[in-house]
């Protein structure tokens, strides 16, 4: 279990206000259940799993657990620009007081899961954010954590990778849990069974993920002022998914000419 | 099979974070040129060449039997132990922001292993460069060499100190950083590393000696050449320094490091 005890945390804005995250905020997170973090743009989802994560204080009150959780799992974190993939891996193996064995395992493992190949030897910023989310997803389920944070990591990523991460989840929701930020409410609704749902400085609890993303569509719309009709809404859906489809296509048939085109280049920059 | 992380004494924890910036540090600083660490040699030598070359014919070389080149080496390396980590200081939290998601990493080790890496690097270079002193037979005196290395851990810890407040403050206000940058131009000048104390006329020279560098480069001038003399330079003053600089910059820290794990 995680407790949030009366947690406040603001950011100083320019103008001298304080822009509040969580405001005197108590709640239990229990264990044992993935839990989904929902919340629209900038209402503080990243924040939320860097404080329970550690690695951000609160202004006031307490987060406290026996747990072990680990770092925030995202595009952004952990990793150190300027050094390669393996320097990196490395660094995180010796912060934890892994043996040379035990780190050389990892490596192993990170190589086979990750798919980078020569990449892994290149410093981290020239990465595409895809490839950043394989490297810092595969660190983490290296170790054995209570809980997982992760954000957004999957939004990123190629179909295979979303296999298997989806894979990976649902190995670990077996004995420990997730918690998980996204946008995507279908892959929240597949790995999660609970949610909690943050808006305006506070924390919404919801046992079925379901009522939730209920929940949070139903503030979305409230914000956006229009409340568009059900069926007006399944029309759209499907025009919407038919134009994707087509744009999709569209934008694989360009990037394998490009491809095509540019090999020998690619090459050269090596 | 993941691997469950076995739980350590913080003691323990941070002395895993601090080797493990301290080896970052070794490949981000060396790992980019050709001839690596050897840079840590060459950079002192080159410019102590060009102000020697620049300066020597200017100024009265006979300072005892020294080599005008070692005594401007032994100023200018005391001088690098507080520009150095002062330096290093300035940048160490946002060169590290990437590595402060993980728990164990506090915004202070980050300071720590770069104060380090400053330290080994230039007592290196300060060890290489007595060797060939000797070897080349300049008389130099093995006799007071612990002095000597206070001296060196003294101008450090300023070093440190000054560094640690001040990456700290300019974190905070990105201005004073190019501050900084100005008011360490005049620092060859006003610290005894090109001239020596005695060539200062002595109404002025009690203006200098309040920069507590003077006493650190001369008094380490002293206990290495046997033919060097210096009145008036003690090591109490530049301990003083080096405490309050140090406690300041502790509490500095204290009170800042909830917003340095800011992103």
């Known amino acids: 279990m995680i407790s949030l005890n009366n947690v406040t945390k603001y950011y100083p804005m320019r103008d001298g206000e ?9 709640l239990d997170i229990p264990s044992h259940r993935s839990i989904a973090i929902l919340g629209p743009n900038g209402a503080g989802k990243s924040t939320l799993l860097r404080l329970i994560g550690g690695a951000e204080a609160p202004n006031e009150g307490s987060i406290t657990t026996e747990a072990d959780i680990s770092w925030p799992i995202g595009l952004s974190s952990g990793f150190q620009g300027s050094m390669t993939g393996r320097q ?95 946008h995507s409410l279908n892959s929240l609704r597949e790995s999660c069974q609970s949610a909690i749902f943050l808006h305006d400085g506070n924390l919404e609890y919801f046992e079925d993920v379901d009522d939730g993303i209920r929940a949070y569509e139903s ?21 919407a998914k038919k134009a994707a489809r087509k744009a999709i296509r569209g934008a694989i048939k360009r990037a394998t000419k490009r491809a095509s085109r540019s090999e020998p280049n690619n090459k050269n920059e090596k | 099979m993941p691997i469950k992380i076995k739980e350590q ?33 060459l950079d002192p030598l080159l410019t102590v060449l060009f102000l020697g070359l620049i300066l020597g014919p200017l100024l009265d070389r006979s300072r005892g ?21 002062l330096n290093a200081g300035l940048s160490a939290v946002s060169a590290n922001q990437g590595l402060l998601v993980f728990k164990k990493v506090q915004p202070i080790d980050p300071f720590i292993a770069r104060f380090l890496f400053q330290l080994a690097t230039n007592a ?7 060797i060939i002193a000797y070897w080349i037979g300049v008389v130099m005196s093995l006799e007071h060499l612990f002095k000597a290395a206070a001296c060196v851990l003294l101008s450090w810890l300023i ?99 909830h917003f340095l794990t800011r992103r």
């Open chain 2, 9 to 41: 004494s913080p003691w323990k924890s941070q002395v895993l974070v601090i080797k493990a910036l301290f080896k970052r540090e070794l490949i981000t600083r060396f790992g980019k040129y050709k001839l690596g660490a050897v840079w840590v040699l």
């Open chain 1, 18 to 26: 304080r822009h509040y995250v969580l405001r005197n905020v108590s």
């Open chain 2, 159 to 257: 070093g440190s100190g000054l560094g640690l407040q001040l990456g700290i403050v300019c974190h905070r206000h990105n201005e004073l950083e190019k501050v900084v940058g100005y008011m360490q131009r005049p620092l060859l000048w006003i610290s005894c590393v090109i001239h020596p104390l005695d060539g200062v006329p002595p109404e002025y020279r009690v203006y200098l000696l309040y920069n507590p560098l003077v006493h650190t480069i001369e008094y380490m001038r002293m206990c290495l050449f046997p033919s060097y003399v210096v009145d008036d330079v003690n090591l109490i003053y530049p301990a003083a320094w080096a405490l309050c600089v140090i406690t300041m910059g502790l509490i500095t820290y204290r009170n800042n490091r």
């Open chain 2, 65 to 85: 039997e020294i080599p005008y080149i070692f005594f401007l080496l032994c100023g200018f390396m005391l001088l690098k132990m507080v520009t150095g980590p």
């Open chain 1, 219 to 239: 503030y979305i719309e409230k914000k956006s002022g229009t409340v568009p009709k059900k069926s007006a809404r399944k029309g759209a859906k499907k025009a």
């Open chain 2, 124 to 130: 290196l270079a300060l060890v290489v460069f007595c």
């Open chain 1, 88 to 182: 990196n891996i490395h660094f995180a193996c010796q912060i934890n007081g892994l043996t040379d064995d035990e780190t050389q395992q990892v490596i192993d493992d990170i190589l086979d899961f990750s798919e980078l190949g020569e990449y892994f030897d290149m410093p981290i910023k020239s990465y595409s954010s895809g490839m950043r989310a394989r490297l810092g997803f595969g660190l983490s389920i290296n170790f054995d954590f209570d809980y997982y944070l992760v954000d957004e990591l999957t939004a990123v990523g190629d179909i295979t990778f979303k296999e298997k991460a989806k894979k990976e989840f649902k190995k670990i929701s077996e004995k420990s849990s997730l918690i998980f930020a996204s």
